[in-house]
């Protein structure tokens, strides 16, 4: 069973940036592709970013495409969304999610679930 933890959240103006981060618990953190979704008010959860197993992928959403990195370290079991460029849409609840199987973009394949790390954007 893997644990997640997310941080890095916070309140910042239209252009700014933040990195989220992810920490991960127990020995397995490599063994699992990862990702992050988020979540507006209303809306449905949605993909961001994915990065395989050893970091070797990456996959975005159109709608981050160029403003946001996905980025790993196995040797601290930890997972990282630098986001620059931030709009007022990206306001959002942020999850981490470490994947077993399905499709990236989707959260069928999605095993274990952080509780989120809220990004308010304004403009």
């Known amino acids: 069973q893997v644990q997640l933890v997310e941080s890095g959240g916070g309140l910042v103006q239209a252009g700014g940036s933040l990195r989220l981060s992810c920490a991960a618990s127990?020995?397995?953190?490599?063994?699992?592709?990862m990702g992050w979704f988020r979540q507006a008010p209303g809306k449905e959860r949605e993909f961001v970013a994915y990065?395989?197993?050893?970091?070797?992928?990456?996959y975005y959403a159109d709608s981050v495409k160029g403003r946001f990195t996905i980025s790993r370290d196995n040797a601290k079991n930890t997972l990282y969304l630098q986001m620059n460029s931030l709009k007022p849409e990206d306001t959002a609840v942020y999850y981490c999610?470490?994947?077993?199987?399905?499709?990236?973009?989707?959260?069928?394949?999605?095993?274990?679930w952080g509780k989120g790390t809220l990004v308010t954007v304004s403009s």
């Open positions: 990065i395989s197993k050893i970091g070797g992928s990456t």
């Open positions: 999610a470490a994947y077993t199987s399905g499709v990236v973009t989707t959260t069928d394949g999605v095993a274990y």
């Open positions: 127990g020995r397995t953190f490599s063994r699992y592709g």
